[in-house]
């Protein structure tokens, strides 16, 4: 299995202030059809998971666009531009190139 | 607006069977795969199984070793989970989601906790 390794994984982070979290698999997720199955999903305290990005940078509708996504092969990042208060939970990249769909751990986005 | 609802979780002993039932809305059910991921209490999310749109093509993760079956009625807009000789590291929330062209899931249900205790 592939599996996708998150860090940090507790982000305390001032409000206002920018974020980034860091995800690597240790496949390449790039596939032969030219595209990299990399997604990334919020889930706030006692709620669902909530898909923010696909395809390592296409943005959910409704997500708003302080929150950006890039990287390519094994190497991905997710960016809060500046963080609010709803922003608050875990953050999980996830893996859809190779089956079977892998997450990353997880990472606790919290205001300091 | 698409919703998706589980129903049928609940206390099963060790070795015993549950079927979990996702009821879709909102969107054309027969036309999407479709997933169910799960999520042990306090713990980050697992994949368990997808089927595709006919129900014809199932893929499970290693972990199922053939205990769980995932199965589909488009006529009734449902997704289930057979689940049997479950243990007890089998307790979670377990979350139908819709899949999508692009490889992904966008859409969740609330989930329905599984708990597996003598």
């Known amino acids: 299995d592939v599996v996708m390794t998150q860090s940090p994984l507790s982000l305390p982070v001032t409000l206002g202030q920018p974020a980034s979290i860091s995800c690597r698999s240790n496949?390449?997720?790039?596939?032969?059809?030219?595209?990299?199955?990399l997604n990334w999903f919020q889930q706030r305290p006692g709620q669902s998971p909530r898909r923010l990005i696909y395809?390592?940078?296409n943005r959910d509708s409704g997500v708003p666009d302080r929150f950006s996504g890039s990287g390519s092969g094994t190497d991905f990042t997710l960016k809060i531009s500046r963080v609010e208060t709803e922003d608050v939970g875990i953050y999980y990249c996830?893996?859809?190139?190779?089956?079977?769909?892998?997450f990353g751990q997880g990472t606790k986005v919290e205001i300091k | 607006e698409v919703q998706l609802v589980e129903s049928g979780g609940g206390l099963v002993q060790p070795g015993g069977s549950l079927r979990l039932c996702c009821e879709a809305?909102?969107?054309?059910?027969?036309?999407?795969?479709m997933s169910w991921v799960r999520q042990a209490p306090g713990k980050g999310l697992e994949w368990v199984a997808n089927?595709?749109?006919?129900?014809?093509?199932?893929d499970y993760v290693h972990f199922v070793g053939g205990r769980f079956t995932v199965s589909r009625d488009n006529a009734k807009n449902s997704l289930f989970l057979q689940m049997s000789s479950l243990r007890v590291e089998d307790t979670a929330v377990y979350y139908c989601?819709?899949?999508?062209?692009?490889?992904?899931?966008?859409?969740w249900g609330q989930g329905t906790l599984v708990t597996v205790s003598s």
């Open positions: 989601a819709r899949a999508t062209s692009t490889a992904s899931v966008d859409y």
């Open positions: 809305s909102g969107f054309a059910f027969s036309r999407y795969w």
């Open positions: 089927i595709d749109q006919r129900g014809s093509g199932t």
């Open positions: 496949q390449s997720l790039a596939r032969s059809d030219g595209n990299t199955y």
């Open positions: 395809e390592v940078s």
């Open positions: 996830m893996q859809s190139t190779h089956w079977p769909w892998t």
